[in-house]
């Protein structure tokens, strides 16, 4: 509680802030058909994989609207959280060897993984609180027990994700590692309560297989139940029995699938920076490319049902056709929009985590092994950069073309590889700023390279939020995707293109002159 009070309170308020401002807007900005033109959105295949099952959309009040739009980034931002606190109490504290000391006391095996549990679990009863709390000033008309069960359901739904965390920890012997594993947990977790909504409204058989859809199966203001909380309990339950019996069949700093030992000799190919930065950011790499692109590839599949359900739409609520057309292909144009903007995100995200893999070698002290060599230190920087560079846009491709793919796999042609291409290279500058970014931090305040994650979560709220905001136009764009035209729409924006390769190259440039002009760890 002592080394996360700080972290803990900045999520918490967080949260608080996000809610109150959400609903606060849908309070006063938006009248009744403002709100039921919101509502026929939901019912869009877009607004399904992106809200969840629909319950109360024939009459959208505030309320309404919170749980149908809100639930999904609350649980998505509490189980990110979730997932950091467990492995950074656990894994890595066995990776950096500091658990062996405070286990050489009078303390069990286990006793480092129930602290971790705990003081999640209290902490995200806290939020839960004060995000109802906020809720209702935002929105004081909503039921103050529909309030707290929605709050609360979020809560447990990141919980589980928590417990994931602690067996992901028990299996690998790397943070890293355990972090991305558990990830993919959720990624698996959305596209399975996505699939499941998209089948059937209100949800199918197929979405209670997601601890997601557990917080959205409440039905929040339209027919309060309190019992899928209970699902998310055992879950939690289970895990931990899981954890446990895992953590008994391994030895303390080691995972339960052993590291593969290396070579006794070393290849002449790390005599290199940048070799060696492959080395170690490879395995990162290759699992998060792997999750991501058979995450969007799946996703792609769902694109063959579009026609159909936007038929049944259209037919059924006028306001649709009246919003978006009548043309089907509008709706595939606005659904892969916000397929892109969670593409790169997830892109900018990965580019934030191997932009600090720098500073982890440093604060490990294994920064000073390879300065000792005649290896410059904008050598050695520019060598982890550029890997991680690379990376970040292999990743990107993946996750774009796996989307094309999937589509390409059921009979959806349009738009087409060249459409897909376009939308890859418009992206690539944007998201490449968020690694200059984090590169610049580094470079003259290493201390502050979590700076970068603000970007990414106002880029986000921009993204998915900007038009309820009413934000000005000058605040869009500080977002780098805000320069960005519009996906499977506008073609390449040439001077876009320049003008953030050229923003992201500065902020490279920056990073270097910044490492090579400081001391260890001070800005």
Known sequence: MRRDRIRLTVWTLSIAAFTLYFAFA??????????RARAAVMETPSGIVMGGPGYGLDDYTPAVAMANEGITWIVLALAIMSILHVVRHTRLEEETGRSELVLASAVGRRAPGVAAMLTLGAHLLVTAAVATGAMLLGAPDAPLADTAAMMLGCALSAFVFGAVALVTSQITSHARTAIGLALAVFGLAFVVRAAGDLQERGGSALSWLSPIAWAQQLRAFVDVRWWPLLLSLAAVVALLVVAALLSGRRDIGAGLVATRPGRRDARTTLRS????????????????????????????????????MVSDLVETNPIIGQLF???????????????????????????????????????????ELPLAAPVSRARWLGGQLTVAGLGTLVLLAASVYGLWAGAALVGVDDPGLGDYTAVFVSYTPAVLVFL?????????????????????????????FGALFELPEWVLGISPFHWVPESFGDGVDGAGLAGLTAVAAALFLVGIVGFRRRDALSG
């Open 26 to 35: 849908l309070t006063t900005i938006f009248d009744e058909a403002a709100l």
């Open 273 to 308: 920076p940048m070799a060696l930065a492959w080395l170690q950011q490879r395995g990162a790499l290759l699992w998060s490319t792997l999750g991501l692109g058979l995450l969007w590839f799946a996703s792609g599949t769902m694109m063959s049902t579009l026609d159909d």
């Open 325 to 367: 057309g009548t043309d089907p292909s509008e709706f595939t144009t606005s659904f892969l929009g916000v397929m892109m903007l969670y593409i790169s995100l997830c892109a900018a995200a990965y580019a934030i985590v191997a932009g600090q893999r720098p500073k982890g070698e440093e604060t490990a002290g294994r920064l």
């Open 436 to 464: 200059g970014l984090t590169a610049a931090l580094y470079g003259w305040a290493p201390r502050a390279t979590g700076l970068a994650w603000l970007l990414l979560a106002f880029v986000f709220i921009a993204g998915m």
